[in-house]
């Protein structure tokens, strides 16, 4: 469709064209620079010059990752346009014409993409100090008011950081305090009487089962977390959970910002809708979660139920360097609360695959009688014994490959022999690691059982969904097991079939599913 430009506009754009093609051209000279580093290798006995019992050399010149050529402003996107649903693949192509290690110049910043095991537990572990700050994606801000540093997982690695991690991830593990976990565990039982009820009302009709998914894993985190329910009929609950939503679909995708910043300005209004979707987050956890439970705190500071309580006694603290401001406190609930939106999309692909694998689902029914009976609530103790409903999330996992979230090198630096510049963004290809046939038997084929050898669960080392290393989610044992006990609770007591002519949808690279991704029926089992 063709259209008129205003002339000012025009001049907007060649001026913008200009600057884009100077930064770039900038750019690109600078990341082939001379970096001085060591790298680590074995000598060899062609190898004359190395120093005796030395495995160091030090390189003038150091060896670059190879890489496609890029182009003036827009780098290497063209590289991955035609991979626009699914970037991941383009990053899988070009890793088998560049090799395990290769490089990519995007938005005007040198990226290196790693698809090897060995190369990404190099970045993740064995050089995690050297790769553990985030990319400055303008996105990344806006999630967060203007600053990603007040992320838990978008933020820089830093001393305030490593303290508030260690918080959550041991609220979120249970260590040391039972009483957490029975706090845990008691927020999905409690939800599960509601779930059902709602499903049962809409028995033998064509529902967006993801609403009702999605009001009751935040639901549980609510309840965990700041000792609060919903109603599934409240309209501002239901809004801000839609906002999470929105913000998760946002967080799994790729926008050419990313890719080109300088064209912001041309994106005013998707910029703006990030902005008052956040900001109306803030404003319900502000309002209606902490304010409220800060006044019940108050009257009993010595009642600690949840992490709400927690971050208030560090509110408290009177160590001025070690206590919390408010907007430490919102923003650490805002980024927990928004795990309930990975949950919800979990479960709606884990529906989505047993219906188009239906003997999958028989198996799930058929080891749920066995092992729970029909009458049995499901316990996290019964996971255990449940290997198939254990083995189907991890495949579940897999096959989905949802993005490792990208790290950025600190300091000049190497990965698997290639020279780093310091700033370089890090694309830890977890897609190709999860569909590579030298890894899995048949990896495209959807196979529960890869996960079960010699009646035991065994996940191989290659296989992190959630990342490893000190930048790992803080999340997963919690999001897995929220995960088993709601597939569980709905297989054990419905039949799940699809509409006719209805056939879901799931694109891998990513967690998120649309809101309206697919309907389904819930009919009660014989």
Known sequence: ????????????????????????????????????????????????????????????????????????????????????????????????????????????????????????????????????????????????GGDREKSLALCDYSELQKKRITMVRNYLTFRGEKSFFESFENSIAVEMPVLKDKLDRQLNKTINAKEILSYCAMNIFTGYMCSKKFDYQDEIFQDLVRKYDYIFEDINNSHVIDVLPILAPFFSSYINSLKNTTSGIKKFIMNSVIQEKYKQFQENPNRISDILDICFLMYEDKDENERWDWDTILYIMEDLLGGSSAISNIIMRFLGYILLYPEAMQKLQEEIDNTIGRDQVPLLSNKKDMLYSQATVYEILRITSSPIVPHVATEDTSIGGYAVEKGSVIILNNYEMNTNPDLWDEPDKFMPERFIVDGNIKKPAHFIPFSTGKRSCVGVKIVVDIVYIVTTTILQRYNVSLPEGVTPQLPKGKISLAWDCFDMIFTLRD
């Open 1 to 144: 469709m063709a259209f008129a430009l205003a002339p000012l506009t025009l001049v907007l754009i060649a001026i913008v064209v200009v600057v884009a093609a100077l930064q770039a051209t900038l750019q690109y000279r600078r990341n082939k620079k001379q970096v001085k580093l060591v790298v680590r290798r074995k000598n060899t006995s062609n190898n004359a010059s190395s120093a005796k019992g030395s495995d160091d050399l030090e390189i003038a010149q150091p060896i670059l990752p190879p890489g496609p050529t890029p182009l003036p402003i827009l780098g290497n996107a063209h590289n991955l346009a035609e991979y626009k649903n699914c970037p991941y693949e383009g990053f899988t192509a070009l890793g088998k014409k560049y090799g395990r290690v290769y490089s990519l110049s995007l938005g005007g910043t040198p990226h290196v993409v790693v698809g090897n095991f060995n190369d990404i537990k190099e970045v993740l572990i064995t050089k995690g100090n050297k790769f553990d700050a985030r990319p400055d994606l303008l996105r990344f801000k806006l999630y967060f």
